[in-house]
């Protein structure tokens, strides 16, 4: 069975920084590209960042030159480390598993950012 299993969020003041983790389990970890995503109150899930097996990676405009997305295989985990948050990145973040066939999802991780 599948499973994706986000960690780290938090309250952050403005300014300071997360790492979050999503731990996959029950996938053949290369065959996905892994992501981020994000759903404020009242709005839309949205694209943070993806990351394909051995391609590049891809950054919404409003999380470039902040955010950094990465991959471990040997622990089938992927991270978000997030820096110079603003209020406006406060929202459920949630890890994505998907390719051609599947598309599978993590429960979420608040992450709130506020003085």
């Known amino acids: 069975q599948v499973q994706l299993v986000e960690s780290g969020g938090g309250l952050v003041q403005p300014g300071g920084s997360l790492r979050l983790s999503c731990a996959a389990s029950?996938?053949?970890?290369?065959?996905?590209?892994m992501g981020w995503y994000r759903q404020a109150p009242g709005k839309q899930r949205e694209l943070v960042a993806t990351?394909?097996?051995?391609?590049?990676?891809n950054y919404a405009d409003y999380v470039k030159g902040r955010f950094t997305i990465s991959r471990d295989s040997a622990q089938n985990t992927v991270y978000l480390q997030m820096d110079s948050l603003q209020p406006e990145d406060t929202a459920v973040y949630y890890c994505?598993?998907?390719?051609?066939?599947?598309?599978?999802w993590g429960q979420g991780t608040q992450v709130t950012v506020s003085s």
């Open positions: 994505n598993a998907g390719n051609s066939l599947y598309n599978y």
């Open positions: 990351i394909p097996s051995g391609g590049r990676t």
């Open positions: 029950g996938i053949i970890f290369r065959a996905y590209t």
